[in-house]
């Protein structure tokens, strides 16, 4: 036991303060083989910032987001009382915090499930010119029950470099024919996945990864795969970080967009938006995500706003801003939303912030 972080082995849960990290809460579950199972791309975050919210990445396709994987917990109510709360009990206050913005109470403690933790990560990236191959593999993917472990996917424009920060994972060799491949096709994108493995599962995760490979459709002689440890897989986005505070791109306005959207509508929103209003506006910068997700691991009782189809997909717009010119990009998330709108696309904001109840009331 850690002050603020307990471990129990044979309930395979954590007992966490919620102004930890999940950076935190990793290294320690790991120090005896133990891991939470749903992340975010970024582990710098508190415990009761990510749960207040959703807490979604790569592997909610498969785990849920991580408001679906915790047991119970401690809210202080508007009230100014301390309530536990779990699916048995007070489960209307349970459902409500998960997700719920800090607008029902403050969570104080979760009991987050634990899993016994892999050693290693096969991690791979595809990449795609043809939108509908790219969503049709990516369905495909998460509907297999025993896949991957995470799947992401993004988008590369032909302004900016090479998927933006994150082009330290393509070799240094290979930059030229990316960014050749951007300019010919001026939007591409990028199926990004993982496949956990230890000593027991060596050999015949190299099968899986061979397998995979030959069953989806991206542009052949564009496949990348590197083996690195679980640990620093999870903790990826940090190399990111310490890159752009060195060139101090960190600290900035960062004028996000989050935005989920009905399967049935992301072909239009592709034509509309990744290939409409943002080439035509020529300004962002930052990782441009997009990947499906499941309905069904989702919990219909929690506070979470979430698209009525059974797939539905996360689009983040994580951009960077100068202080300068924060406002172009605001104006271009005004315009995304705007489009959705005009378009009855059914698209719900996911870290929203509302200026209107109506707002809050629809997303």
């Not at 209307?92 to 899993?115: C, P, V």
Request: include cysteine; aromatic fraction near 12%.
């Amino acid at each position: 036991e850690d002050r603020g972080i307990k471990v129990s082995r044979t309930g395979l849960y954590a007992d966490v303060d919620t102004a930890w990290l999940w950076i935190e809460v990793l290294n320690k579950t790991l120090e005896l083989g133990l891991t939470p199972v749903s992340w975010t791309d970024y582990l710098y975050l508190t415990i009761g910032g990510t749960l207040s919210n959703g807490g979604i990445s790569g592997q909610t396709s498969r785990y849920g987001p991580q408001i679906s994987n915790v047991l119970e917990l401690d809210v202080i109510t508007g009230k100014g009382e301390i309530a536990t709360c779990s699916n048995d009990t007070n489960s209307d206050l349970f459902y409500a915090a998960l997700g719920g913005l800090g607008q029902f109470g403050i969570i104080t403690r979760a009991r987050i499930k634990l899993e016994l933790a892999p050693k290693r990560a096969k991690w791979l990236r595809f990449l795609y010119t043809d939108f509908s191959e790219f969503t049709r593999d990516q369905e495909r993917l998460i509907s297999e029950t025993d896949g991957l472990h995470f799947l992401e996917g993004s988008v590369m424009l032909d302004h900016g470099p090479p998927d933006n920060w994150r082009s330290t994972y393509y070799p240094p060799s290979d930059h030229l024919r990316i960014v050749s491949m951007i300019k010919r096709y001026r939007v591409i994108y990028c199926l990004e996945v993982a496949k956990y493995y230890d000593e027991t599962s060596q050999h015949s995760v190299n099968e899986e990864i061979e397998k995979l490979s030959e069953s989806l459709n991206y542009v052949r002689g564009f496949v990348y795969e590197k083996d690195v440890t679980y640990i620093d897989f999870l903790n990826r986005v940090r190399t990111g970080e310490l890159n752009l505070k060195s060139k101090g791109q960190w600290d900035v306005p960062h004028p996000w967009l989050n935005l989920f959207v009905p399967k049935s509508q992301i072909s239009r929103f592709d034509y509309g938006v990744f290939k409409g209003i943002i080439l035509r506006n020529n300004i962002t910068t930052g990782p441009l995500l997009v990947y499906p997700m499941k309905r069904i691991m989702w919990n219909d009782q929690m506070s979470t706003a979430i698209p009525e189809e059974d797939v539905f997909y996360a689009v983040g717009f994580l951009r960077s801003a100068e202080f300068d010119n924060w406002e172009a990009y605001d104006k271009e998330n005004m315009e995304v939303l705007k489009f959705c709108e005009d378009a009855k696309m059914d698209v719900i904001q996911y870290l929203p912030y509302h200026a209107s109840q109506e707002g809050w009331v629809r997303h």
